[in-house]
T-cell receptor
């Protein structure tokens, strides 16, 4: 149980284009989903926290107009990187906290590797 | 605010040897503590967590960790490692009513034959 999927697992795009990454909780409903960014050989940095039906809360220094987050349902959150540039290349990981019970724990997706040319 | 320090960035060990990965945290409130493992190009998998109760926590894959409040530590141990344990290990803390997990910088465990 407690499986989180991400799609796509990797994506290559041209500079200036937009990329959408999906995060789904497959076997539970998630009150809250989180988006992280991980640079090579570094730790995870929280980008934003999203709750279903409300606006995401972005961490300091994260451009909300560049990283658009939509949490349309209790099982789906999307991250759209708008007008992507090479410096946006990174490993993006989402996580989800269950609606009932185990809310202390986040379950992580497998990550999406974005490469912007 | 919480913070996490993983004292070793890399730990090389031989197969079947014991290992300890160190984690210290700082927080002014009670905390929840976690260890996650990340295999190459994958997301994070929960190894174990401390919420309350017994300070010795057992997790998956033979790992265990001990919460030491006086030393603000949560070290991860395994008595005998396998080649397949080679991965990056992250300690994380959550507390003060916050939803957020704060991660350490990670420890790369390499198990050699």
């Amino acid at each position: 149980g407690a499986v989180v999927s991400q799609h796509p697992s990797w994506v290559i795009c041209k500079s200036g284009t937009s990329v959408k990454i999906e995060c789904r909780s497959l076997d539970f409903q998630a009150t809250t989903m989180f988006w992280y960014r991980q640079f090579p050989k570094q730790s995870l940095m929280l980008m934003a926290t999203s709750n279903e039906g409300s606006k995401a809360t972005y961490e300091q220094g994260v451009e909300k107009d560049k990283f658009l987050i939509n949490h349309a349902s209790l099982t789906l959150s999307t991250l759209t990187v708008t007008s992507a540039h090479p410096e946006d290349s990174s490993f993006y990981i989402c996580s989800a906290s269950p609606l009932a019970g185990g809310a202390d724990t986040q379950y992580f997706g497998p990550g999406t590797r974005l490469t912007v040319l | 605010a919480q913070s996490v320090t993983q004292l070793d960035s890399q730990v090389p060990v031989f197969e079947e040897a014991p290992v300890e990965l160190r984690c210290n945290y700082s927080s002014s409130v009670s905390v929840y503590l976690f260890w996650y493992v990340q295999y190459p190009n994958q997301g994070l998998q929960l190894l174990l967590k401390y919420l309350s109760g017994s300070t010795l926590v057992k997790g998956i894959n033979g790992f265990e960790a001990e919460f030491n409040k006086s030393q603000t530590s949560f070290h991860l141990r395994k008595p005998s490692v396998h080649i397949s344990d080679t991965a990056e290990y992250f300690c994380a803390v959550k507390g003060g009513g916050s939803e957020k997990l704060v991660f350490g910088k990670g420890t790369k465990l390499t198990v050699n034959p």
